[in-house]
């Protein structure tokens, strides 16, 4: 449904053909946000859609501030270090190349030619990168993957702590987007009695200390050792040294909207820029 272009719903598969078509029309730059997250193991709290309910919110947020579509055309990801744990499900790296570009490519026949693309999953990251590299070579469109915002004082906060504990999944952070976004799919009564299982070599532990001078260079070096798969090195699936029940509600809240208000100033500031010559048709 859609006036003059204006949606009232944002969710692709939620439009008539009519009200996408008279969005297409009206709207001067559209914009098609495309969500990545996955279907994979997140400690014994979180639900195994983590990643993808998470982007889901993110993304339709953005739209709804921005007069875009959105589209999440897949639920799994690239996820095959978790497949030491029941319930994940991955796709392999072609599979998910290929369902971003043949999104893409069906969506730029219509004449779509700005989409934006956002990752809840940190395994989809360098395929991510890649279709963006090949959509704008031969899709003939502009995609962009932007991150950030990384320089506020939360941001930096947060950074700090996935530093320090290695707080990168299923942790408290992690764990306070779900509180936030979908609360009644997660059980932290899983948690009670709950200790950190992370197994790692004494030296590497050492390295997750960002007060120390040299550690651009030692977290790199801990990334250069860290074993493929997820049941190497935990038995829990959480990642980090610390408790996933401190995850604080309101920081998430916070966070999401420093994300969304990011993600929402990169779309106005590019539907501004006129079409570059190399992607009209």
Known sequence: ???????????????????????????????????????????????????????????????????????????????????????????SESTLMGVL???????????????????????????????????KRYSGVMVAAPTGPSGTELAKKIRYRMGKYWDVHSGPTETAYALLHFPELVEMERLEGWEPTLEIDEKLREFLNPDRPDYELVRQVYAACTQPNTDDFTSSGVYGLNDPREADVEEARKRHEERVQFLVDFINLWKKIPLPPAFKD
């Open 1 to 91: 449904m859609s006036e003059k272009g204006k949606l009232k719903r944002f969710w692709l598969q939620e439009l008539t053909r009519p009200a996408f078509e008279e969005w297409l029309e009206n709207e001067p730059a559209p914009v098609v946000i495309i969500g990545t997250g996955s279907v994979e193991q997140h400690g014994p709290h979180l639900p195994l859609g983590t990643d993808s309910l998470a982007v889901r919110a993110l993304i339709e947020d953005v739209a709804r501030r921005t007069n875009s579509v959105c589209f999440h055309p897949c639920w799994p990801g690239y996820s095959p270090h978790h497949m030491g744990f029941p319930g994940t499900v991955t796709f």
């Open 101 to 135: 570009m043949d999104t893409i490519d069906s969506l730029a026949v219509h004449g779509v030619k700005r989409f934006l693309l956002v990752n809840a999953h940190g395994g989809n990251r360098n395929i991510m990168a890649l279709v963006v590299q090949l959509a």
